[in-house]
């Protein structure tokens, strides 16, 4: 039977017909690696998530981690299923040999861990977390601390958080009020409260390793005087052993509709339960230099952008192929032209709308996958490439698609996860199947790591306006390239072309008239419409890049690769039409709105 959580044969064409990840293989870091290593990795993985992962997805979700005000009491399935992910080496897959990790290309890795997401993403959240956590102090740790807290992190012993957002905060880090006041012997005591942490507090391993944002008195004001922290859940010793317990606490859990097999916690640094070395304040060790944290901290944000819009596809994806079996096997009705009652019922597959939701789902959860490898790849590219001129592009691409990366899966997902559950009738919202589950935990990843507003924000008022625009022109470049491919193959690709170039004009003509007016109140005021019509458009190209890639071949896998590139162009990529329209009016309804009218 084939697999509910993901369809292997799609990424086998993702990453060897499409992203041709075996070629990474002849530059140094990977030249260990060859297409046996990476299916090989890739068939490991999907062993893993479908027997250890997805048979306590249902109980992590209905028996949720729980605090008794001293610790906190998660079943027991989630380590031993942590532990196997461990020891097969998925933590460090994409890191390097000598923290004790595989080299594998980030576009492997984050395949592998696709399936982990789609199997179960609240005990996925875990080695997520740790595996960001230890990428970043590998990026802009010192070798003592990549010693002392990275390797125990691939190893699986030690995991990692990212402590940012505040109570009164929230996503404004300028308005942090957490503190890190310097001691005579290097370290740092801090002090102050973190809201939202996923993964602070478990016994899964042996410490938990928090990053966390903290300013020193007297530095700069707003964000410029953020600066980033080790603060471990116990201290380490020179010689790798964990010594006493800091003074971070566990002030409670957070119960969210979704992804309830991770602890997400309220954290109290500083409370004085605890006092290492007999000094109040949780002991700290600055991160790089002091005042750069949240420069430094974008590397763990931006690649967990990444992952969340990875977290949604796979949800997404799950759901959809949870929706077709069932739309396979559930016979209820009979044809439009059937005249006879007696005879038998057909599956609900039959039915055109039925067809409908499954083809919105193909296309959205299929094109989001497609769309965050792609973006893996242009992590290897970052990283591995020649000449730095091909590393210089395909980071400046990689900033410009990371909101949209982040926030177009979330959203399409979701309404993938939305559809699954109308496919299902009156079975799809009760717990008995998976998919109301599916949806519940997806409908978080709006939120994480920033919502659409944000990255709205983002994209419109950053990404493709920097460097004189040169972000968007890389974009339009790129999005031109694969057009005139499909112009010169002719017949239908040169159709989708043409469509896809209509709409990329749009993205254009409306960047440059929302910057036309001196007012950037106007300019933003409608950047998550603007987030939405753009990450249409390049999903279209997305699905116009597959399409390519199929060629003349026609077996129904390819066949319903093209039925569901045709469905978003005729169905999906018209409504940024009106969108842009909007957009290019300059309309102000929301900014005029005061809030006395509400």
């Not at 950047?527 to 997305?542: D, F, P």
């Amino acid at each position: 039977m084939d697999s509910l959580l993901l369809s292997r044969r799609d990424l086998d064409f993702l990453l060897h017909d499409w992203l041709d990840v075996t070629a990474l293989t002849r530059r140094p870091r990977y030249a260990d690696h060859d297409r046996d290593t990476f299916d090989a990795v890739l068939e490991l993985s999907e062993a893993l998530a479908t027997r250890h992962f997805e048979p306590h997805n249902k109980k992590n979700d209905a028996v949720e981690p729980r605090f008794d005000g001293e610790r906190v009491h998660i079943i027991p399935e989630v380590k031993e299923a942590l532990r196997v992910f461990a020891e097969a080496g998925l933590t460090g897959a994409a890191m390097d040999y000598d923290v004790g990790g595989q080299q594998l290309p980030h576009v492997v890795a984050n395949a592998c861990m696709a399936w982990f997401q789609a199997a179960n993403v609240g005990t996925a959240a875990y080695p997520f977390l740790t595996i960001g956590n230890a990428n970043l102090l590998q990026a802009h740790g010192s070798k003592e601390q990549i010693d002392t807290y990275v390797r125990p992190m691939v190893e699986g012993r030690f995991f990692g958080t990212m402590c940012l957002s505040e109570p009164q905060a929230g996503s404004s880090l300028a308005d942090i009020t957490t503190r890190a006041v310097p001691q005579g012997d290097g370290t740092y005591r801090i002090s102050g409260t973190k809201m939202w942490i996923s993964g602070g507090d478990h016994d899964l391993s042996e410490n938990i390793v928090h990053l966390v944002l903290a300013k020193i008195p007297g530095g700069p004001a707003g964000v410029k005087g953020i600066s980033l922290f080790i603060v471990p859940k116990f201290l380490v010793g020179p010689d790798g052993t964990l010594g006493e317990r800091n003074d971070v606490v566990l002030a409670g859990l957070n119960h969210k509709m979704g992804y309830r097999g991770t602890t997400n916690t309220l954290l109290n640094f500083g409370e004085g339960r605890y006092t290492p070395a007999g000094a109040p304040g949780a002991v700290g060790y600055l991160v790089g230099e002091a005042h750069q944290g949240l420069t430094y901290m974008f590397h763990m944000m931006n690649e967990a952008r990444i992952g969340v819009g990875q977290g949604a596809a796979a949800l997404g994806y799950t759901g959809y192929l949870h929706a077709l079996d069932y739309a396979r096997t559930r016979p209820q009705g009979r044809p439009l032209t059937g005249k006879n009652a007696d005879a038998p019922q057909v599956p609900i597959i039959e039915h055109a709308d039925v067809r409908r939701m499954l083809l919105a789902q193909k296309s959205y959860a299929e094109g989001a996958l497609a769309l965050v490898l792609y973006c893996s790849r242009l992590l290897d590219e970052e990283h591995t490439a020649e000449q730095e001129s091909e590393r210089a592009r395909a980071r400046l691409l990689l900033d410009v698609l990371t909101p949209i990366a982040k926030s177009w899966p979330s959203q399409w997902c979701l309404a993938a996860n939305d559809l699954a559950i109308q496919v299902h009738g009156g079975y799809g919202y009760t717990r008995e199947y998976n998919v109301e589950q599916f949806y519940r935990d997806n409908r978080l990843n709006p939120i994480h790591e920033g919502t659409h507003g944000i990255h709205g924000l983002d994209l419109l008022g950053r990404k493709v306006v920097m460097n004189g625009g040169e972000g968007l022109r890389l974009l339009l470049e790129t999005l031109t390239a694969t057009t005139a491919r499909a112009t010169a193959a002719g017949g239908e690709a040169a159709e989708l072309a043409a469509w896809l170039e209509e709409a990329a004009a749009g993205v254009e003509r409306t960047t440059a008239t929302l910057w036309s007016t001196a007012d950037p109140a106007t300019a933003l005021a409608n950047a998550s419409v603007y987030l939405e019509a753009v990450g249409h458009v390049v999903l279209a190209w997305i699905w116009l890049e597959q399409f390519l890639v199929l060629g003349d071949d026609t077996d129904d896998f390819r066949e319903g690769k093209r039925q569901a590139a045709r469905y978003f162009f005729r169905w999906e990529l018209p409504r940024t039409a009106a969108q842009f329209d909007l957009l290019d009016s300059l309309d102000r309804t929301t900014t005029d709105c005061r809030p006395e009218w509400f």
